[in-house]
């Protein structure tokens, strides 16, 4: 199923990646009834905008942390990955008490592999199905011009989370983007 689809290709993803700004996969494998599983970090965060509001951080302070999550989408197109649906929530912040803040990327279940290494089964793109979330995707991902996204999709949502991180919205009003469809 699309659903298993995935969740395979999350754990595919997930297994390249090993940087303090991305969740690591600690096990992965295949049950007895075919279903693939993986066990990762337990991440206690909160979302990065809501870490940040609820700490009333100033833009210094925003502008360091969102660094830490563009260090880890770079180890990600380094290795190949495409992550496709980078916002708030899929951005968590670690804060153990005394230690400096530390962003957890997570959920790569729609990500894209863009290297030849990895496998075919990584690529989750479903053609005429919207995957990602419409506020943070870029214009070529919400056309689903499959053939045109490459790591600068990561980049236009990265922009879409640190204007909101620094101005306090979406550049985009949510309701109006949906309103107008593909």
């Known amino acids: 199923t699309a659903v298993v689809r995935r969740f395979e290709a999350e754990r595919q993803a997930l297994a ?8 690591k996969v600690f096990d992965a494998g295949v049950t007895e009834q075919g279903r693939p599983y993986f066990v990762m970090e337990y991440v206690p965060g909160q979302p990065i905008d809501e870490f940040c509001d609820e700490r009333k951080l100033g833009t210094r302070e925003r502008l360091s942390l969102f660094t ?8 990600a197109h380094q290795k190949g990955i495409i992550h496709r649906d980078l916002k708030p929530g899929n951005i968590l912040v670690v804060s153990e008490d005394g230690e400096e803040p530390q962003p957890k990327i997570i959920d790569f279940g729609i990500a894209k592999a863009t290297g030849d290494d990895l496998t075919e089964q990584t690529l989750v793109t479903q053609v005429g199905q919207m995957m990602g979330t419409p506020e943070y995707m870029s214009p070529e991902q919400a056309a689903g011009l499959t053939d045109q996204i490459d790591t600068r999709t990561d980049v236009y949502s990265l922009g879409v989370v640190l204007y909101q991180l620094i101005c306090g919205r979406l550049p985009f009003e949510p309701a109006e983007l949906r309103a107008k469809g593909y």
């Open 16 to 23: 390249v990646l090993e940087h303090p700004a991305i969740a």
């Open 68 to 75: 830490k999550v563009c260090q880890g989408i770079q180890h």
